[in-house]
């Protein structure tokens, strides 16, 4: 009976905690997509036309999904070489690979490649900043066909946490006069990722 006690006693614990972990992860992601909605309504950092500005209301999301919240494993490219990234118009800009980041979601294991802009992180804001492009099966469909990008930054091991939850769409996806990098082949998922923003309207 004591044993049995204990048990009980530590299969509560761990689902209080399970349940205050998923309440602190919908938190941080409402509180992004909070932020991505002022950003878009502010006419001074909005990606969006003026007049697409005007009647802006709010931007679509999928639902907030933990399954889409993963533990990359990273495998540093110490001496990658700087390349030439396409981008939506004739602009190269310069990148290195930082890390293959290896993770699981439901239980299906992916290798993506995160990236570093070599002139950003010349600039004291953006020196631990890494850049996740990917497309997958959603774009073209519930999300905008050019893929998605993550934000992420220099973690102090070697794991990090990737929330596709934050995924957001490049500015091209709103304003043609933006010039955005293209996911690489290596970052092509072969399933549906929804999760993170949506496509916007007809564009």
């Not at 950003?120 to 631990?128: G, P, S």
């Not at 990090?160 to 998922?189: G, R």
Request: hydrophobic share 35%.
């Amino acid at each position: 009976m004591k044993y049995l006690i204990i048990i009980i006693s530590v299969l509560f614990s761990i689902n209080i905690y399970s349940q205050r972990s998923s309440e602190s992860h919908i938190k941080e992601i409402e509180k992004f997509q909070k932020k991505m909605n002022d950003e878009f309504k502010d006419v001074q950092h909005s990606p969006l036309s003026k007049e697409d500005i005007k009647t802006f209301k709010k931007l679509d999301f999928f639902a907030i999904d933990s399954s889409f919240r993963v533990v990359a494993q990273l495998k540093k490219h110490e001496d990658s070489k700087i390349f030439k990234m396409q981008t939506t118009t004739d602009r190269l800009p310069l990148y290195r690979i930082y890390a293959s980041a290896s993770f699981k979601i439901n239980n299906e294991e992916y290798i993506l490649h995160i990236y570093q802009n070599v002139n950003l992180i010349k600039t004291t804001e953006f020196e631990n900043h890494l850049f996740l492009p990917f497309l997958d099966k959603t774009n073209g469909n519930t999300t905008y066909g050019g893929g998605r990008y993550i934000d992420l930054e220099i973690p102090k091991g070697d794991t990090m946490v990737i929330d596709f939850n934050k995924a957001y769409n490049p500015y091209c996806a709103y304003n043609e006069k933006y010039s955005c990098p293209i996911p690489p082949p290596i970052n092509h998922f072969k399933i549906e990722i929804n999760a993170g923003v949506k496509k916007y309207e007809d564009h």
